[in-house]
């Protein structure tokens, strides 16, 4: 892939620009609303607890970020 190497740099770079090594998770305020969101921006994931843990009903919540993730994956 393309380099973000610069003539003159004396260090490579991380990595080649386009190939990341890693997943990018979504973490902090992640609720079933803002994972539509954390998908638009690129995330490769998410990672919730808040949402979970501060429910009335961990179970239902759990149940909505569950078909939150799903949602538009065939």
């Known amino acids: 892939g393309a380099s973000t190497r610069r003539p003159g740099d004396r260090h490579p770079p991380f990595h080649p620009a386009g190939e990341r090594r890693t997943e990018v998770i979504a973490l902090g305020g992640v609720d079933a609303a803002r994972i539509p ?18 429910a009335q009903s961990p179970l239902a919540a759990f149940l909505g970020l569950q078909a939150a993730c799903q949602k538009g994956i065939p």
């Open 37 to 54: 969101t954390c998908k638009s921006l690129g995330f490769d994931g998410v990672a919730v607890l808040g949402a979970v843990w501060n």
